[in-house]
Nanobody, 127 residues
């Protein structure tokens, strides 16, 4: 059973930075797709970034390219989302997700594909 625990959200002014962390327990290294999603009330959960554990290949939503970086620390079983140059429109509840997907299926996988989720952490960016 995969379990995920997030931390690192908070409030920041526009242009600032935050780093989200997601500790993952119970997964088999090298075989898992991990992602960060975000959601605002009344809207669908949106994919922000994904990383395939085996190859460390990454993918990003167009809205965050060049500003956000997803990474992993295999020794710590943790996935990170470094968020720079934050904008008010980045305000949302951020969730980490994981599942046993192939590398080809990982990037672009929608939220409904992932079975394992963290509890969410709020990010608020003020103008």
């Amino acid at each position: 059973q995969v379990r995920m625990v997030e931390s690192g959200g908070g409030s920041v002014q526009a242009g600032g930075s935050l780093r989200l962390s997601c500790a993952i327990f119970g997964y088999i290294p090298g075989q898992i797709c991990m992602g960060w999603f975000r959601q605002v009330p009344g809207k669908e959960r949106e994919g922000v970034a994904r990383i395939y554990s085996g190859s460390s290949t990454t993918s990003y939503a167009d809205s965050v390219k060049g500003r956000f970086t997803i990474s992993q620390d295999n020794a710590e079983n943790t996935v990170y989302l470094q968020m720079n140059s934050l904008k008010p429109e980045d305000t949302a509840m951020y969730y980490c997700a994981a599942d046993y997907l192939s590398s080809g299926s990982c990037h672009g996988a929608e939220a409904r594909v992932f079975r394992y989720w963290g509890q969410g952490t709020q990010v608020t960016v003020s103008s």
